[in-house]
């Protein structure tokens, strides 16, 4: 069964560092698009980071996490991560990683081009 089980979210205080993890599972996705995406409570699900592989691996970020955010990935692992830093109230939401295991369209930030998801795992920042 292919499958991506995110962890390590949880209640932190602003200006921590956390990591989430993405474990994949039934199949390698090394060469296969990957992102982050949260979602808050009453919002749409929004881009926060991507990993796309042209000849080497290519990282995307939303302006509001570029510079705090890094995405990467451990092969050997077949997981991917999202090392957060300095964490803010407004970085609350459940994180859902996803991967492209179709025909790449482009559209990295678009939660259309993805078409496998994990369950999403909960990060809370209080202030």
């Known amino acids: 069964q292919v499958q991506l089980v995110e962890s390590g979210g949880g209640l932190v205080q602003s200006g921590v560092s956390l990591r989430l993890s993405c474990a994949a599972s039934?199949?390698?996705?090394?060469?296969?698009?990957m992102g982050w995406f949260r979602q808050a409570p009453g919002k749409e699900r929004e881009f926060v980071a991507a990993?796309?592989?042209?000849?080497?691996?290519?990282?995307y970020y939303s302006d509001s996490v570029k510079d705090r955010f890094t995405i990467f990935r451990d092969n050997t692992k077949n997981t991917l991560y999202l090392q957060m830093a300095s964490l803010k109230p407004e970085d609350t939401a459940v994180y859902f990683c996803?991967?492209?295991?179709?025909?790449?369209?482009?559209?990295?930030?678009?939660?259309?081009?993805?078409?496998?998801w994990g369950q999403g795992t909960q990060l809370t920042v209080s202030s």
């Open positions: 990993m796309v592989r042209r000849i080497s691996d290519h990282t």
């Open positions: 039934g199949r390698t996705f090394t060469d296969y698009p």
């Open positions: 996803a991967a492209d295991l179709g025909d790449y369209r482009g559209a990295y930030y678009s939660p259309a081009e993805y078409d496998l």
